[in-house]
T-cell receptor
Framework: EAGVVQSPRYKIIEKKQPVAFWCNPI?????LYWYRQNLGQGPELLIR????????DSQLPKDRFSAERLKGVDSTLKIQPAELGDSAVYLC????????????FGAGSRLTVL | QKEVEQDPGPLSVPEGAIVSLNCTYS??????FMWYRQYSRKGPELLMY????GNKEDGRFTAQVDKSSKYISLFIRDSQPSDSATYLC???????????FGAGTTVTVRA
């Protein structure tokens, strides 16, 4: 099994530019998460999906961040416009769903904003 | 104050040594406790999973949870260079699946 697949692995952009990250979770995993990990810190939840519904987006900066999970499978996280402080690793994770808090993480997408 | 505090490290130990990692937390509602291992440029991977208080052993790894002290530990016996990584503690409430992570401790095992 391929695990959680993320792309791109690395992205360098200038501030005010848009950027998008894509995630393909493990087959059969209904719950999908986007986390942000700043350098030297643990991951922090941005948004959690149960199938195609965003059930927890309280930590998502909605003025510039958006996410979608069409058909309850793949997900895209977008930042527009990017700011210097958005430089971080964006991790996607998935789990079986309700009653399962064991997450499988992808390798992450490392964003550098210049 | 953060909800989960983790010893910052970094730790450097010789091969074969015992590695001791710790986290403290403030939320008494946490019931599930995990340790994740994160290699450089990789995502975290689940290493140990414990419910409530007690000890759990898996090969060279032992996880301990002391809910009365709000303190969890991970011990790595006979450490190997392949154990060199960042170790993250994580925890969640029983009815909520939002994980709260520590900042991570970077461990280097010298051959």
């Amino acid at each position: 099994e391929a695990g959680v697949v993320q792309s791109p692995r690395y992205k360098i952009i200038e501030k005010k530019q848009p950027v998008a990250f894509w995630c393909n979770p493990i087959s059969g995993h209904n719950t999908l998460y986007w986390y942000r990990q700043n350098l030297g810190q643990g991951p922090e939840l941005l948004i959690r999906y149960e199938n195609e519904e965003a059930v927890d987006d309280s930590q998502l900066p909605k003025d510039r961040f958006s996410a979608e999970r069409l058909k309850g499978v793949d997900s895209t996280l977008k930042i527009q416009p990017a700011e210097l402080g958005d430089s971080a690793v964006y991790l996607c994770a998935s789990s079986l769903g309700f009653g399962a808090n064991v997450l499988t993480f992808g390798a992450g997408s490392r964003l550098t904003v210049l | 104050q953060k909800e989960v505090e983790q010893d910052p490290g970094p730790l450097s130990v010789p091969e074969g040594a015992i590695v001791s990692l710790n986290c403290t937390y403030s939320n008494s509602a946490f019931q599930y406790f995990m340790w994740y291992r994160q290699y450089s440029r990789k995502g975290p991977e689940l290493l140990m999973y414990t419910y409530s208080s007690g000890n759990k052993e898996d090969g060279r790894f032992t996880a301990q949870v002391d809910k009365s002290s709000k303190y969890i530990s991970l011990f790595i016996r006979d450490s190997q260079p392949s154990d060199s990584a960042t170790y993250l503690c994580a925890m969640s409430r029983s009815n909520d699946y939002k994980l709260s992570f520590g900042a991570g401790t970077t461990v280097t095992v010298r051959a």
